[in-house]
Every structure is written in C-alpha cells, then in structure tokens.
C-alpha cells in the first residue's frame, strides 16, 4: 500500500492512491464521489462516524458521509461531514486537504461537495457514484449541478480498490476472525441441554462484543430443523447446532460456520463433517496468487458431483473484507446474485475469500464450515483455523 504521498494537509493517504487512479482511468471516470459509510472509512484509513455508526436517520433528514476523490490529485481531495464529527476531527484528523464537518443531513453535504468541486476545478465529465448508496435528494443535487456528465456506479473501481488488502487490513480481519472463534468456543463450552437458540445468540452476542467487535449477526440451527433465525427451539441432548456469525472489528468482517453437539457425535456424525471439512481443505490447496479465480470451484464441484450426498450440498466461496460479499467474485450461480467477474483473473496477494461448504442432510439436520481464507506469497493462510471438529457443548 502507497501511503508516502502527503497532500496540503500534511498527512498520508491512508490507500495505495496510484492504484485507485489507474483503475479510474481504466474506467474512464474523472472524479469518484463516495457516500458509503464502508467505502468512506476506507479511503479515510479508518474514521466512521460513531454517533451514526448504526443509524443514518436524524431528524428529517438522513447523515451523508461524502468524500470527493479526483483521479490523479489527491490534492484535491474533500471529505464532507456532519457537525458532530468535528470531534473525531480534533482527536484524530482526516488526511483529506479539504475537510469539513458542518453538515446536518443529506442534500446540504451533497451541495457542499458540489461547491468544493466546482471551486478546485475537478474534471467531472465522467463521475462515478454509489448508485445503491445515494439518496434521492442527495441525487438530484449532484446531478443538477452537472447535468452534462455521464454517470457509472463506483461499486466496481472501489470493490477493486479494496479487493487486495493491506497489512493493516488483514490484522484486523485476523482479529475478527479469531475473536469470532474464540466467542463460539466459549458459549458452546458453556451451554447445556435445555438451552434455546435464541439464548446462544445472545451469550454470542456478548461474548463478540467483550472481545472488542460489534456483533452482526448469527445464523443458527438446531437438530434437524434447516430454520437458521434464532428462536425458542430449544438444544437437547444428542441435537447439533451450526453456528455461523460476523463480528466487525474496526470495519472488517469475521464471518466464520462452526459446530456443536449436546453429547457425542456417533460415527455417521463423523463421518458426514469429514466429507465437509474434506471439501473445504480440497479448495483451500491450490489458493495462491496467480492462481485464475475459477480454480476455486473447479476444486470444489467435482468433490461434491462425486458424493453420495451431494444433491443436499452446496458450495460456495466469495470475498470477503469490508463488505461479507465483495471481489473476488468468482461465481454468478450462488445465493447472492452477481457477476462472475474473478473467475478469469488471477488470485492477487492480499485477496481474501470466504469458503463454505453446506451439508443440508435430510435426515441429520444442517451441517456446514466456513472459513476465511487470505491469499500470500507463498500460498494462503486460514484466520481463525480452529475448532473445526464437533464441538461439544457444557454446561
């Protein structure tokens, strides 16, 4: 990561700049506006404003966070933010040479942005924006301003951005994903017969949450019920349970699966998360950079054609980081629609991809790991490679 660059406002940018600008004028795009909160944390190393961490809505109006970055001067770079960030601003301030904190909602960012671009004189024939992260009014502001420009999403210059992470990204991604795995080994340990799902969430919950991430969520079965929404079912002896949860860590997603029994798992218990653990260290083999995208699945699909269970499994690998599904994209057949446009392109140092394998047996009930799985020089490296067996649960 290029962070030697220090704009007017003396501080580093906190990205690797020459590759955003070379991927803006692969795309042809002058300026990017920014109004995610993930993607205004990430070209501003790290600041989220935290009275608006979880709830955009104030008022009558929503907060809009806007970071204005033309291709190739950063020294025209802007950050426009809302009045109470300027806190945040005195503790630790924003590389950005143009920062304001003074906004109180939506359209009034949006034309402060318009006004700082119009003053720096930024080209802004081709502008890219969030289109999925853009609010209307907030919309016809910018567009208004500069009703002669061509518009393209900035999802994908900014996915592509962020898809090879830093040093100090993959720290906090190995944090998450191991604060994850600890939190499941605790409340697994710690929980007996009689115990509902929904009171394994929250002790999840609180465990993530003393381990210094923000839980997100938790995906949760028990015995042979595929229902995966916590609920008053309750974990009796001789039930399993998967356990799949994010917690966030500074911006950065752990998302890992794992299992658990109320007693001893017998022999076809076995024998059945064998197979899936199988599957996932078959995948995991060839991951190196270099490797083309679709060497992933064309380790998986075979595995799973040959099993005797596999109209009941699935497999899936999709990148992860800042967001629980971004680049790599490597299929266009999974859960979450979109475009295979990884599958092609070589695995670079620094990917981070999320690989699951899914048993929905029908007789059994649901079992499944998840692992995240980063791509080195050497090969790759698994965050948080622990209790992959059946876990057996205490209490």
């Keep these: 990561m290029n962070i030697s660059a220090k704009p007017a406002s003396g501080l580093a940018i906190p990205f690797d700049h020459t590759r955003l600008d070379r991927l803006m004028d692969e795309a042809g795009i002058d300026v990017v ?10 070209l501003l190393g790290g600041h989220r404003a935290n009275f608006f961490d979880y709830m955009d809505a104030t008022g009558v109006t929503r907060y809009l966070p806007v970071l204005v970055y033309p291709k190739g001067a950063p020294e025209k770079a802007a950050y426009i933010g809302h009045r109470l960030e300027k806190f945040q601003r005195e503790v630790t301030p924003m590389w950005t040479p143009e920062t304001q904190t003074n906004t109180a909602g939506s359209t009034d960012a949006m034309q402060k942005a318009v006004e ?31 009703p002669d420009a061509d518009w393209v999403d900035a999802l994908y210059v ?15 991604l ?32 609180r465990e993530e949450t003393n381990r210094g991430l923000t839980f997100e969520y938790c995906l949760i079965t028990c015995g042979t019920s595929m229902n995966r929404a916590p609920s008053p079912q309750r974990w009796e002896q001789g039930d399993i349970m998967s356990i799949d949860s994010g917690g966030n860590y500074h911006g950065y997603i752990g998302d890992v699966c794992r299992m658990a029994i109320q007693g001893e798992p017998d022999d076809e218990l076995q024998d059945l998360l064998g197979e899936i653990e199988s599957i996932q260290r078959a995948v995991m083999k060839p991951m190196r950079a270099g490797v083309m995208g679709k060497e992933i699945y064309g380790a998986a699909e075979p595995l799973v ?56 047996h029908p007789a059994r009930g649901f079992i499944k790991l998840e692992d995240t799985v980063v791509v080195t020089d050497d090969g790759h490296e698994v965050y948080g490679d622990g209790a992959r067996g059946w876990n057996k649960a205490g209490g």
């Design 33 to 42: 506006v920014a109004t995610s909160k993930h993607n205004v944390q990430y």
């Design 116 to 146: 700082h671009m119009r003053k720096a004189g930024i080209a802004t024939k081709r502008i890219a924006v969030e289109f999925g992260f853009l609010p209307y009014d907030a919309s016809k502001v910018l567009r208004g301003a500069f």
């Design 158 to 172: 900014l996915e592509r951005q962020r898809a090879k992470k830093s040093p100090d990204e993959l720290k906090l």
């Design 174 to 205: 190995k944090i998450a994903s191991e604060a994850v795995i600890d939190s499941m080994k605790a409340v697994i340990g710690s929980h007996g017969p009689g115990t509902t799902k929904a009171e394994v969430v929250e002790a999840l919950r």
């Design 305 to 360: 054609a040959r099993s005797r269970h596999h109209n009941h499994i699935e497999f899936l690998a999709h990148g992860m980081g800042m967001v629980s599904h971004e680049a790599p994209r490597l299929t266009d057949h999974g859960p979450v629609p979109y475009p295979a446009d990884d599958a092609e392109r070589p695995l670079e140092v620094g990917m981070v991809v999320s690989v699951e394998t899914t048993l929905m």
